[in-house]
């Protein structure tokens, strides 16, 4: 069993950043894909970023390629979200997901945290 706590979230300008962090529990976390998802009020939930099990490889969304950030920190069972340029249309409820494959491949997660709200403002 896994359990992920999303933090970082808050409000921001455009053009600001923020860091989100994916706190987890269980030994096995090293061993798991990681990914961020995102759902804006009155829309479908979207693939944000994942990275694989030992951070050597990531994957993004077209809109955020270039200004989000993913990486990991096994030591402390821990993924981070770097968001720069932060542009409103970011606003969303941020979630991270914690598959059981060492890998990303557009699998369906395994884990949800309850997320995280960033706002951003013009």
């Known amino acids: 069993q896994v359990q992920l706590v999303e933090s970082g979230g808050g409000f921001v300008q455009v053009g600001g950043s923020l860091r989100l962090s994916c706190a987890a529990s269980?030994?096995?976390?090293?061993?798991?894909?990681i990914a961020w998802f995102r759902q804006a009020p009155g829309k479908e939930r979207e693939f944000v970023a994942a990275i694989s099990w030992s951070g050597g490889r990531t994957y993004y969304a077209d809109s955020v390629k270039g200004r989000f950030t993913i990486s990991r920190d096994n030591a402390k069972n821990t993924v981070y979200l770097q968001m720069n340029s932060l542009k409103p249309e970011d606003t969303a409820v941020y979630s991270c997901?914690?598959?059981?494959?060492?890998?990303?491949?557009?699998?369906?997660?395994?884990?949800w945290g309850k997320g995280t709200l960033v706002t951003v403002s013009s």
């Open positions: 997901a914690a598959s059981t494959d060492t890998a990303y491949r557009g699998q369906d997660m395994d884990y």
């Open positions: 269980g030994r096995l976390f090293s061993t798991y894909a």
